[in-house]
C-alpha cells in the first residue's frame, strides 16, 4: 500500500513541473518582431495588488512599432534575485545573444514564462502572450544593444 501512495505522490508531482522549456519561450527575435503587433520602451511606474498577481503600471516612453498608448498594465512577480535584475550589460554579453533560452525571465512549473519587475525601471516590452524568455527586457539606455537590435529589425521588417 505504502509503495502505491508513494508512486502516486511521485506522478502526481511529476505532472506540475515543467521538464523542458516551452517551445513558445524560445522564439527567435526576428520572429519576435514580426509577430507582435505592438512593442514598447516603458518604465514600470506603479504596482498594484490583485487576488492573484501585482498588477504593474507602466508609463510608455517610446512606441517602437505598433498603437502609441500612454500606459500598459502587466500582471508579474516583483523581480528579487540577480538573475531577473539584468540587463547583460547593455546585452553586450555574449551568453545572452547564444541561444535563444538566455533572457531575464524563467519559466514556471507550468511551463509558462513569469514576468518578473521592479518599479522604476525601464523595459523593452513585446507584450503579445504568450511570453518569450526575451519578451520583457531591461534597458537602461538608448544605446543598449537589444534594443539597437530590434530597432534595426523593425526598420528591415518595414522593407
Known sequence: ????IFLAFVNLNSAWACFA??????????????????IYVAEAVHVSRTARLPVFKFKVVETLKG???????????????????????????ENFWNKNTSGRLINDPSCEV???????????IFPKQPYTYKSLEI?????????QKVRELIIAQKK
Open 1 to 4: 500500500m505504502f509503495n502505491f
Open 21 to 38: 522549456p516551452p517551445q513558445s519561450a524560445m522564439v527567435p527575435l526576428e520572429e519576435m518582431v514580426k509577430s507582435n503587433e505592438n
Open 67 to 93: 498603437k502609441s498608448v500612454p500606459t500598459l498594465k502587466i500582471e508579474g512577480h516583483r523581480a528579487k534575485d540577480k538573475e531577473s535584475l539584468s540587463d547583460f550589460d547593455g546585452h553586450k554579453d
Open 114 to 124: 513569469q514576468p518578473t519587475f521592479t518599479k522604476g525601471t525601464r523595459y523593452l
Open 139 to 147: 534597458v537602461k539606455t538608448n544605446d543598449d544593444k537589444f534594443l
